[in-house]
């Protein structure tokens, strides 16, 4: 299945959500169209049980190159009310992208080459799992052309690295190489440029092989937790193991571990 030809690819085989940002000659800069693409294709997969993973990447040599930080200036001819309008609603407008990517019941890969800036880099920080090229470059850039961040960037990037480490990249902007963005927490893992196609394939087959409801529901809870005390996380835990209990899902990884065999899920 592949809908949506235009600013983003979407495609869902064997079980794998591939959702490809489609504007290779302007290094994918996000529009106002791969915007509603986006947002249509992860509403339509949410809760799709044929889908047990999500990947999102870049066509062609790159990520993402945040906005399309040329399209800005055909509003600064307006009057700076009317700007701040203008561009607090653009914000509002591509937040439903990001709490789809976090409520989103299964797994969600980030696959990652070339350069990956701006909202590129809130896109990564909002994915579950993030895996780069050697050669992919990540530079949060907001600060290079007057801006603060959005997309949740100041949200993910200190619960992920810290805060020192926060502001540094946030208020240096400097451009980061993939092994330092890997020793940072950012992504997961990094790999030759020439294995990332085979190595996303592998990891994304791999969660879509795996529970997809005790993913969804380990998910929720490390979402979750930064915004609970001990004990209310504690009692959520108890919760989603109970749940977990009553699932064919559970039933079959009990008996693969007691016959010493690989558990074979298909609950979606």
């Known amino acids: 299945m592949t809908r949506n030809a235009g600013d983003l690819i979407g495609s869902v085989e064997d079980g794998i959500a591939w959702a490809t940002l489609n504007r290779p000659a302007s290094l994918n800069a996000f529009s106002d169209q791969m915007r509603d693409d986006l947002i249509g294709f ?3 997969i949410e809760n799709d049980p044929a889908v047990r ?3 999102l990447q870049g066509a062609g040599k790159h990520f993402m190159a945040g906005g399309d930080v040329k399209s800005f200036t055909e ?10 309008i203008f561009f607090e609603a653009a914000c509002h407008k591509m937040h439903p ?6 409520r989103m019941p299964k797994p969600v890969l980030a696959s990652v080459r070339g350069a990956c800036a701006g909202l590129g880099m809130s896109l990564v920080l909002a994915s ?3 895996i780069a090229a050697d050669t992919a470059f990540f530079t949060l850039a907001y600060v290079k052309i007057g801006t603060s961040p959005d997309g ?3 949200y993910f990037l200190p619960r992920t690295v810290g805060l020192k480490r926060a502001m540094e990249i946030a208020l240096l902007g400097e451009r980061l190489d993939a092994a330092t963005v890997e020793r ?11 294995q990332l196609t085979r190595e996303t394939e592998l990891w994304a087959t791999r969660l879509a092989a795996g529970p997809t409801q005790a993913m969804a529901r380990t998910k929720a809870l490390l979402s979750a937790s930064h915004g609970r005390d001990l004990e209310a996380q504690l009692q959520a835990e ?5 749940a977990c209990a009553v699932t064919d899902d559970m039933s079959e990884g009990v008996k693969a571990f007691v016959e010493k065999r690989p558990a074979v899920f298909v609950s979606g």
Do not use: K, Q, Y
């Open 42 to 44: 992860l509403l339509r």
């Open 53 to 55: 993973c999500v990947v």
């Open 75 to 84: 509003n600064f001819s307006a009057p700076p009310e009317e700007r701040r």
């Open 97 to 102: 992208i990001i709490f789809l990517l976090r």
């Open 128 to 130: 579950d799992l993030a």
């Open 152 to 154: 949740g960037a100041t």
């Open 184 to 194: 940072f927490g950012m992504i997961n893992r990094v790999v030759p440029e020439d």
């Open 238 to 242: 108890a919760i989603g193991f109970a």
